[in-house]
């Protein structure tokens, strides 16, 4: 079982509704991410949070907006998204401290669909 | 040129068949690496970290030679359950954590 839980794993949503991502862990973590992946592609990295500050925006528009509450919650907010946002939206997280195996841990995923 | 690439695959192999996946990365000052397995429908979970020296768990080894900028991950003795896609993963560590994923290799390996 994955320690980084994703709620919900499933949504459906309008192009002119706002809905929330959720993402949590408890491993102590201090660095937190945000992927898009696509059907048969890699992942691609959105943002990275690190001890709660936004490190890395990889010109994400918009439409998608982060949130970091604490060191052990990462939101990712959904407005006026569009079809081709459909995908599925990883949250991954990582010790970043000085000598750590830089792993990733990731979540199970929410999976976006935008009608 | 992708930051990451892997080789396209896919790669068909019968049962107990040795299988080698490459991947180069093309910035130089990456500092460490990493194979993913990620099967279908599901996240990704390291597979193994990657080590200048190279290194071994089971029926998996991994090489390393940052000179050519080259990683690479032998399968020994192939089972059905090693069927997924294996991803490239390099921590480039540039603005703080950045790990850019390769385009995956996708390995089936037949009964």
């Known amino acids: 079982d994955t320690e980084v839980t994703q709620t919900p794993k499933h949504l459906v949503m309008g192009m002119t509704n706002k809905k929330s991502l959720k993402c949590e862990q408890h491993?102590?973590?201090?660095?937190m991410y945000w992927y898009k992946q696509k059907a048969k592609k890699p992942p691609e990295l959105m943002f990275v949070y690190s001890y709660e500050k936004l490190s890395i925006n990889e010109s994400v528009p918009s439409r998608f907006s982060p949130e970091c509450p604490n060191s052990s919650l990462l939101n990712l907010h959904l407005h006026a998204l569009q079809p081709e946002d459909s995908a599925l939206y990883l949250c991954?997280?990582?010790?970043?401290?000085?000598?750590?195996?830089?792993?990733?841990?990731f979540g199970e995923g929410s999976r976006l669909t935008v009608l | 040129r992708k930051e990451v690439e892997q080789d396209p695959g896919p790669f068909n192999v019968p049962e107990g068949a040795t299988v080698a996946f490459n991947c180069t990365y093309s910035?130089?000052?990456?500092?460490?690496f990493f194979w993913y397995r990620q099967d279908c429908r599901k996240e990704p979970k390291l597979l193994m970290s990657v080590y200048s020296s190279g290194n071994e768990d089971g029926r998996f080894t991994a090489q390393l030679n940052r000179a050519s900028q080259y990683i690479s991950l032998l399968i020994r003795d192939s089972k059905l359950s090693d069927s997924a896609t294996y991803l490239c993963v390099v921590n480039k560590r540039d603005y703080g954590q950045n790990f850019v994923f390769g385009p995956g290799t996708r390995l089936s390996v037949l009964p």
């Open positions: 910035n130089s000052a990456s500092q460490s």
């Open positions: 991954a997280s990582s010790q970043d401290t000085v000598g750590d195996t830089g792993e990733l841990f």
């Open positions: 491993m102590g973590h201090r660095a």
